[in-house]
């Protein structure tokens, strides 16, 4: 019987952000604050001759509703950690859509891989390289940051190792995606990356109003509110549900009485909760 690890990191909602371009993939990153969510990537790793890497999407019941081979970000992890193994990714959200699942995936296959290796890996050193392939590879900036913990998050400094505050948080969002929104298109634009940092809010949210309020004035000054995004947010703001969009990605988050019943008129909405821990090892089979 082959001896698998199993780990599984939350996904993270970034509701403003601001890209700092540092001299290194470790001082590179962003700030901004986000919403830790309960739902995100389980990874399993067991050894093998040739490294390979297979993500599932899934469905509400667990069912596998599309699966692909290969990703460069967790192939780059495998080659920095100089072992070669299978590593299977699942996940309930979508992919692309705003909810730091990049992130969680590779949160998840690295602490994996370290207990299957026994590499003795602590967290710090989990997330700094975590952080570091999404940097080289222009999936993600802040995410990693996020989820070495739950709770409502500001970033007030780049990178996994500055200073980071939380706010614990027993709350419901419900989220609607209507696509990808691809991060790169966004990160490696130069022109639109000057009126998101013109954009971003140069304070920490207080509670959860005050972050959608936030989060709100930086979508509608950051130039990234797509049509589609457009109306779901204006029916949000007819109801007087409290909603913004996902960053990055193409799609709507809310919260408050009748947010699910709101934007189940663009489509499905998902509930979401408010995680109140980060990344975590599961277990380890023999």
Not at 125 to 141: K, M, P, W
Not at 161 to 171: A, H, K, S
């Amino acid at each position: 019987m082959v001896r698998t690890a199993v780990a599984f990191s939350p996904g993270h909602i970034s509701g403003y952000f601001r890209k700092v371009a540092g001299t290194t993939p470790e001082t590179t990153g962003s700030l901004g604050a986000g919403l830790v969510i309960d739902e995100g990537v389980r990874a399993e790793a067991s050894a093998a001759g040739t490294s390979a890497v297979v993500v599932r999407c899934l469905g509400a019941h667990g069912e596998v509703i599309s699966e692909s081979a290969g990703s460069a970000p967790l192939e780059y992890v495998m080659h920095e950690l100089g072992v070669t193994a299978r590593v299977e990714t699942a996940c309930r959200l979508p992919i692309g859509a705003g909810f730091g699942l990049s992130a969680a995936a590779l949160l998840s296959s690295i602490t994996a891989l370290n207990a299957l290796f026994d590499l003795g890996m602590d967290r710090p050193a989990i997330a700094a390289l975590a952080h570091r392939a999404e940097v080289v590879h222009n999936t993600g900036l802040g995410d990693v940051a996020a989820c070495q913990g739950g709770g409502l998050v500001c970033r007030q400094t780049p990178g996994t190792t500055g200073t980071i505050t939380r706010v614990p948080l027993d709350e419901t969002v419900w989220a609607l995606s209507f696509g990808p929104l691809p991060t790169p298109e966004v990160l490696g634009s130069a022109e639109r990356l000057a009126q998101v940092a013109a954009a971003c809010p140069d304070t920490c949210p207080t509670d959860l109003h005050d972050f959608f309020r936030l989060s709100r004035s930086f979508a509608e000054k950051s130039g990234l509110v797509r049509p589609e995004v457009r109306a779901a947010l204006a029916a949000c703001d007819a109801a007087g549900v409290p909603a913004s969009m996902t960053m990055l990605g193409l799609g709507v988050f809310a919260t408050g009485e009748g947010a699910d019943e709101v934007l189940a008129a663009f489509g499905d909405p998902i509930p979401l909760r408010v995680a109140r821990e980060g990344f975590r090892l599961l277990e380890v089979r023999p």
